[in-house]
Each structure stands twice: as C-alpha cells, then as structure tokens.
C-alpha cells in the first residue's frame, strides 16, 4: 500500500512568487494535517482536516498561507507572495481516524522549500 | 502551553552500544506519545507509540517508557548499529489543543 506521498520533493523560488504543494493521503484516511518543519526543529501543525473541513487551521498565516481539501481526499497547500522565512520544510500526513490521539499519524517525505 | 524538550540534542556513540535518549513534556495532560525517526532530507516513520495508559512499548531492538506523572519518556536502542544514525523526535498528543507537540530531536551518530 502506498503511503503519504507529496509533491514537488523540492521547489526553489524568489521572494513574492507564489507556491503551491500537493498531498495525497493514505487511501481511506479521513484526517489530514499539514505540518512546518523549521531546521533542527520539531514539526508544527499548521492544519488539519477532517474529511474536506478544516477543524483546526490556529496555526495558519492565514495573510499568506491557504489550503484546500477538495472531496476529502488529496490537499493543496499554498503560500503567496513567499517571504525568506518561509524557507523550510512542509510536511503533510494522514490517519485513519478523526485525529484524536488515538490515531497514529503517517508522514510523507515533505517538500523543501527554499525561497531566495 | 505544552513545552517538549529532548535532551541530548546529538549524541555519538560507537557501534555496539545500547543507548538512551530522554524526552520530557511540561503538561502530564495527553493521549499519547510518539517516538519518530527521521532520516535527512526523508519524513518522519513512526517507531513506538504509547497510549496514555501504558507504560512502555518495544519493538526489536527499541524499547520505549512513559512516566506520565513525571512528565518523560525514553528510547532505549540496544546494541547499536550504523544504521540507527538519524534523528529521534518524540512527539505528544495533548488533550487540551487536540494537537501534537513536537520536540526538536536527538541527532544520533552510531559510528563503526
């Protein structure tokens, strides 16, 4: 079964530029979270989704930062204009449940962004 | 606000060696707690996870505690190998955000 798989792997952009990454869930898992890993740090949600809503988005710059889960399934994250800070690394992952901590959470490999 | 520190930051041992790495939370208040490793430039793999209610989990040569009262959990590697090399992050599940807290990781290095 495939796990978590997210795209691009990598992105290189120039300050103001818009940027978009793309998450597909482990099939069938109903929450998905979109988490930023800055480096020699630990991951911090940014949102989560349960089906196609989004339950906990506290964490989002929302100025800046949108997301989307059309028909509960794959995701869409993106960032315009890009700032310098915003360099780092975007995970997204995937459990089966309604993201209690009952459920273990999966990750895919992220993308690394790097905003010049 | 929930605060995860792990201790040490990076650690270097040789082959063979059975090691710990310590992770404690400031808020007792959780579901569970994760052990993950992560490899450069790779996502996170889940290793063990513990339910609130247990008190530690194993698989092969790793075993993991929780003092949940105490606020700390270790991962315990036994007979360390070269490929062990990567970086440990412990993460919570607290009850009051619904939210997972991450530390910043143990970079460990099992040399040959």
Redesign the interface.
């Known amino acids: 079964e495939a796990g978590?798989v997210?795209s691009p792997r990598y992105k290189i952009i120039e300050k103001k530029q818009p940027v978009a990454f793309w998450c597909n869930p482990i099939s069938g898992h109903n929450t998905l979270y979109w988490y930023l890993q800055n480096l020699?740090?630990?991951?911090?949600?940014l949102i989560r989704y349960e089906n196609e809503e989004a339950v906990?988005d506290s964490q989002l710059p929302k100025d800046r930062f949108s997301a989307e889960r059309l028909k509960g399934v794959d995701s869409t994250l993106k960032i315009q204009p890009a700032e310098l800070g915003d360099s780092a690394v975007y995970?997204c992952?995937s459990s089966l449940g309604r993201?209690?901590?009952?459920d273990?959470?999966?990750?895919?490999?992220?993308t690394?962004l790097t905003v010049l | 606000k929930q605060e995860?520190t792990q201790i040490p930051a990076a650690l270097s041992v040789p082959e063979g060696e059975n090691l710990v790495l310590n992770c404690s939370f400031t808020d007792s208040a959780?579901?569970?707690l994760?052990w993950?490793r992560q490899d450069p430039?790779?996502?996170?793999?889940?290793l063990l996870?513990i339910?609130?209610s247990q008190r530690e989990q194993t698989s092969g040569r790793l075993n993991a505690s929780l003092d949940k009262s105490s606020g700390r959990s270790t991962l315990y590697i036994a007979a360390s190998q070269p490929g062990d090399s990567a970086t440990y992050?412990c993460?919570v599940?607290?009850?009051n955000?619904?939210?997972?807290?991450?530390?910043?990781?143990t970079r460990l290095t099992v040399k040959p």
């Open positions: 978590v997210q020699g740090q630990g991951p911090e949600l906990d995970l992952a993201g209690t901590g009952f273990e959470q999966f990750f895919g490999p992220g690394r | 995860v959780i579901y569970n994760q993950f430039g790779k996502g996170l793999t889940s996870l339910q609130s992050l993460a599940w607290e009850y955000n619904n939210d997972m807290r991450f530390g910043a990781g």
